[in-house]
């Protein structure tokens, strides 16, 4: 018992109870340290695409969270990188201080890294997650280029106001609807090919919109390898509700035989443009004298006659040749409600021996022409933009010769700015998809994360 300790043992004793009683209570003990959790890290995407040199690349929120800490006291960086020539951890940038941050990257080089991020919570507790990232290379016009992820092969274009486009691919069926002021991926996707019955691709190619209907039309050609396969012969109609990043699509009409309407059309006129020879089994669309829609926009004045801008074939088909529009009249009722197609007068324009890769037009009806090469190498060709007042009789001006050095063939036109204004600016779009984004030697359709396939938007000076 107590009283019979010796006094050194009593005080001894005392002290011990005193240090179990203040450890109870949470006091001074290094016992406090394990009432703090483990922090949780998670990141809003796990693979990233940027560019050297980019201005609005994506950025990555990351949240993060610890019980028993107040999450203004926990710190984030990057911790690691596996390729730094890349980017490095100190090219990874987080801003914020609560439960979100956002984490921003710089890259140095063109190729891949994986980057450690780390959350440091109390009591030296940590956690961490990897992010993918893969860095393109610099390009010309850095700060008006803007990149849309998540598919690499955009072919059309449309303008739905509030700073937002709904933009088509080629490879797919999914129409895509993205900011055109920061890169990264769509803000919302349709897959339009079930409601159309389309099991394949219908290489959708050009867009254009009257009110609140988009008007979309496939290539019409064969395939690369010169086979017909019927989902391409397709068009189709969307209806727009909202606008913005509020924007909703709502699939209506479509038609499964233009086509067919073009080269009964042209028999019957003396197969003056050969598209019975250039749909014929085994012919590639994209030759000289072969069969490929890539423009799609309405007549002035008109919101039931469309021109058909064609790729291929030229007039003639040789070098020099011009370019080949064919109106059809009734386009509104053909995609709209199956009706077969009324052909119009065919106009046929002198671009420089280039074809039509797109066309749009303003409520002015002030027209924007991207020229292109009817050939399929799109990385190389000289690309052009011209003017135009869409009247047959007159003729296109030429504004630009538009650069080819970076990767990407000059594809949509988003919309046209007053011409007449200086200034004037207008966004274009490539697709990328035979491109090596990130010098791998792989194309950018073939990656295998979908986060890291890409088109340019570039806006360039057209008006005054």
Sequence with gaps: MLHQLSLQNRRAAAAACGVLVLAALGVNSPAHAA?????????SVSYLSGAVGSTGDPVVTVTVAQSGADVTALGVAASASSKPSVAGTGDVTVTGTGATRQLAVAAHARGYTDLT??????????????LHYAASAAVRNSADTRYLTGSSDASAAVDVGGGYAVVADDESNTLRLYSRSVSGAPVRSWDVGSALGADKEI???????????????????????????????????TTVTGSGAATRLTVGGSYSKLRDDLVAWDRANGNRYGFAAGTADGEAPKQIDGFNIEGLEFAPG???????GFRAPLVPPKEGGKALIVPVTNFDRVAGSGAKAVIGT?????????????IRKNAADQYLIVAGSWAADDNSDPYA??????????????RADLPTVDPGGWEAVVDVPDLTVPGGRAQLITDAGSADLYGDGTEAKDLDRAEWKKSRAVWFTVGG
């Excluded at 009432?35 to 990141?43: E, N, Q």
């Excluded at 991020?117 to 961490?128: M, Q, S």
């Excluded at 919101?303 to 058909?308: I, N, V, W």
Aim: charged share 20%.
């Design 117 to 130: 991020i780390k959350v440091t919570g109390l009591g030296g507790k940590t956690a961490t997650k990897t």
């Design 346 to 358: 065919p106009i046929e324009l002198d671009l420089g021996g280039l074809s039509i890769r797109d």
């Design 203 to 237: 290489d959708i190619e050009g867009a254009a919109r009257v009110g609140n209907t988009i008007y979309w039309t496939g290539s019409l050609g064969n395939n690369k390898d010169g086979e017909y396969k019927s989902d391409r012969n397709t068009v189709f109609t």
């Design 302 to 308: 008109s919101t039931t006659t469309a021109y058909l």
């Design 35 to 43: 009432s703090y959790g483990t922090p949780t890290i998670g990141l």
């Design 385 to 398: 933009l011209y003017t135009w007042d869409g009247v047959a009789a007159h003729a296109p001006v030429k």
